[in-house]
C-alpha cells in the first residue's frame, strides 16, 4: 500500500475527534511531513494539544494510535494548552514556526514571543552546536553525529534568517538562495548528508570545521547584552 500523508491524517484525525471530543484544541504536522520534505523513510511527527493532558489522555491516545496503519512511523508531541503556553518561550517560537496545522489554531501563542526569546533560540541553538560539535571533533569522531548535528543546524538557520528579515521559511530548497553564504553552506550540506549520507565520514574534518567555526560566530554575535 502506498503511503498519502493527506489520507493518513484524516484517519488520525477521525480518531482524535472521536477520542477527545471538544476538548481537541489542535492538531499539526512538524518535520519533512509538515515541511512537504518528506521521503519513504520519514517519521510522522504529530502534534496535539488539548484543554489539558492526563497520564490516562496519554495510553488512550497510544492505543488509538495502535488502530491506525504505518503505527510504526508515528512520533511527535502532545501538551495541554496551559503548560504550552508556560512553556520555554526560545522553544516556542520553533514551535509555532515549524508547525504546519491540520485542525485548529495555535495562533495563542504569539503573543508569547518577543524577539529576545528569538536572540535565545539562536543562542542556545550554537551553544548546543558548538560544544557537541567540539566534543564529537576530539573524543568521539562520529559521522553520525555530525549528521544530526547538521540537522539540529537547520532550525538555527531558519531563526537566524528570521531574526534578520521577519520570515521564517520552512522549505530548506526555498531558503537557501535568500541566504548569506555561510548560512547557505551549512543549509546545503544538510541537504547534501540527507542526499549522501557516506559524505560525513568522507569529508568529517572540513565539515566539522566548518559547522564548528559557524556556532562559535553565532554566539559571539548574538552575545547577550
Not at 502506498?2 to 484524516?10: L, P, S
Not at 488509538?64 to 502532545?78: A, H, N, P, Q, S
Not at 568522507?202 to 556556532?215: G, P, Q
Request: hydrophobic share 40%; proline share 3%.
Amino acid at each position: 500500500m502506498d503511503f498519502n500523508i493527506n489520507t493518513w491524517m484524516k484517519g488520525y484525525l477521525d480518531g482524535l475527534k472521536a477520542l477527545f471530543g471538544s476538548r481537541l484544541l489542535f492538531a499539526g504536522l512538524q518535520g519533512s511531513y509538515g515541511r512537504d520534505e518528506a521521503t519513504a523513510g520519514s517519521d510522522i511527527d504529530a502534534v496535539v494539544i488539548l484543554d489539558q493532558v492526563t497520564p490516562g489522555d496519554l495510553k488512550a491516545y497510544g492505543a488509538m494510535l495502535d488502530t491506525l496503519f504505518y503505527r510504526e512511523k508515528v512520533c511527535g508531541f502532545i501538551s495541554g494548552r496551559q503548560e504550552l503556553l508556560n512553556w520555554e518561550r526560545s522553544d516556542l517560537f520553533q514551535f509555532y514556526h515549524d508547525t504546519t496545522p491540520v485542525f485548529g489554531s495555535i495562533d495563542f501563542l504569539l503573543p508569547q514571543i518577543n524577539q529576545e526569546d528569538i536572540h535565545r533560540a539562536i543562542r542556545i541553538g550554537a551553544c548546543n552546536i558548538y560544544h557537541l560539535c567540539g566534543h564529537n571533533m576530539v573524543h568521539e569522531k562520529d559521522a553520525e553525529i555530525l549528521k544530526n548535528l547538521y540537522k539540529s543546524a537547520a532550525f538555527t538557520v531558519q531563526a537566524v534568517y528570521y531574526d534578520q528579515t521577519g520570515a521564517y521559511i520552512k522549505q530548506k530548497a526555498e531558503l537557501i538562495p535568500l541566504l548569506h553564504p555561510q548560512e547557505r553552506e551549512i543549509l546545503q550540506t544538510v541537504i547534501n548528508l540527507k542526499q549522501q549520507p557516506n559524505m560525513a565520514q568522507t569529508e568529517f574534518e572540513r565539515l566539522s570545521d566548518l559547522l564548528f567555526n559557524w556556532a562559535a560566530g553565532l554566539i559571539i554575535e548574538y552575545k547577550i547584552e
